[in-house]
């Protein structure tokens, strides 16, 4: 167990070795996305990450952080923002380092409550003591070889929409999709956040990116661009940014993390559009996954995913009376969270 603030510090070099040779680690595992989350949520709590070793390698990582309300709680750090918050290990030490966690939390005293929030079911887990509450699905395409191989298997009308790429908007350069350069995050990521809004403004809700998501969000943005894993694309008309797709890249997989586009220009279907060109560059660079990260709304069902990943939040009481009563209360409060999450995700994307 590394105890701390500066436990990030003390382990960033092999925890990025880590990921690297981690088929369980996705973008919310790296030491980017949550030493950033941990500056910029965690000011509050105290970070425990548990470090799994094998003589001196480090072979598996869970983080991990206490907080202090009306209970003491120890949640996995990125919780709210990340979408997989289960714990990675190193290729073939899998089961290991499940069972190293678990015997670590099982000897937690200084907490009341153990939170933990999505955890992927095809991730080990020592379940036994835990209450169990589905929490999210997440739809996952198989991708075939060829772009061409996948418009294939869309509907007529998906089909229709996708290959407007194709038109003579896209081949007069009067509309193009870009992929933000290194040197212009800020401004591909402002661009993100203002159509994120316009869309949400016209449900009358906020969106993902309120407080301090935005600066979270850009700080990662440009530890992840030089890491490789961020994708951010501007779909662009006549000069004009009307839309934005947020995506991430690590190892054979994409993730699809957010987007936003201007609903006045809903005719041309922006969101579709820069969906459809995400997945054929993760198809043209060789990926075999494309996740499209939590909720299972209508809209990513037509993009064809093959697999639904179901992520849980595992809850145990440690204290017997204040323990109890957080249980309770957060059990319940989990149907309060999916039913408001559902109104936040939306039904459609353009």
């Known amino acids: 167990m590394v105890s701390g603030p500066d436990g990030f510090l003390q382990l960033e070099t092999e925890w990025k070795e880590l990921v690297n040779d981690s088929p369980s680690a996705t973008p919310f595992q790296t030491w980017e996305w949550q030493s950033t989350w941990a500056k910029h949520f965690g000011r509050r709590g105290r970070f425990h990450l548990i470090a799994v070793k094998h003589g001196n390698d480090l072979v598996g990582l869970m983080s991990l952080m206490k907080t202090q309300g009306a209970w003491k709680s120890l949640r996995a750090v ?170 991430m890249t690590l190892g054979s997989a994409c993730y699809y993390y957010q987007a936003g586009f201007d609903p006045s220009q809903g005719s041309i279907s922006p969101g579709t559009l820069l969906v459809a060109a995400t997945i054929k560059r993760a198809i043209e660079e060789g990926k075999q996954a494309f996740d499209f990260l939590r909720g299972d709304e209508p809209y990513k069902m037509r993009w064809k995913a093959q697999k639904v990943l179901c992520n849980r939040r595992f809850l145990r009481a440690i204290t017997p009376v204040t323990g109890q009563v957080a249980l309770r209360w957060n059990g319940a409060g989990s149907v309060v969270e999916s039913r408001v999450r559902a109104r936040l995700e939306g039904r459609g994307i353009l």
Not at 120 to 125: Q, S, T
Not at 202 to 215: C, D, N, S, V
Request: charged residues 30%; contains cysteine.
């Open 78 to 247: 990125g919780t709210g923002s990340s979408d997989y918050l289960h714990a990675i290990a190193r290729n073939g030490y899998e089961h290991a380092v499940s069972e190293a966690v678990s015997e670590s939390l099982s000897n937690e005293k200084d907490a009341d409550l153990i939170d933990l929030h999505q955890v992927r079911e095809d991730k080990p887990f020592a379940e036994a003591g835990y209450t169990a509450i589905e929490q999210a699905r997440c739809l996952v395409l198989t991708l075939p070889p060829t772009y061409d191989d996948y418009l294939k298997t869309l509907s007529k009308s998906l089909r229709y929409d996708v290959k407007r790429l194709d038109k003579d908007l896209f081949k007069t350069g009067r509309a193009q999709v870009t992929q933000v350069a290194e040197g212009e995050i800020d401004q591909g990521m402002e661009r993100l956040f203002e159509t994120h809004k316009k869309r949400w403004r016209k449900r009358g809700l906020p969106g993902a990116f309120i407080g301090r998501g935005e600066a979270f969000h850009k700080e990662w943005a440009h530890l992840a661009a030089s890491r490789g894993y961020l994708w951010l694309s501007l779909l662009k008309i006549d000069g004009e940014t009307i839309g934005a797709i947020y995506a």
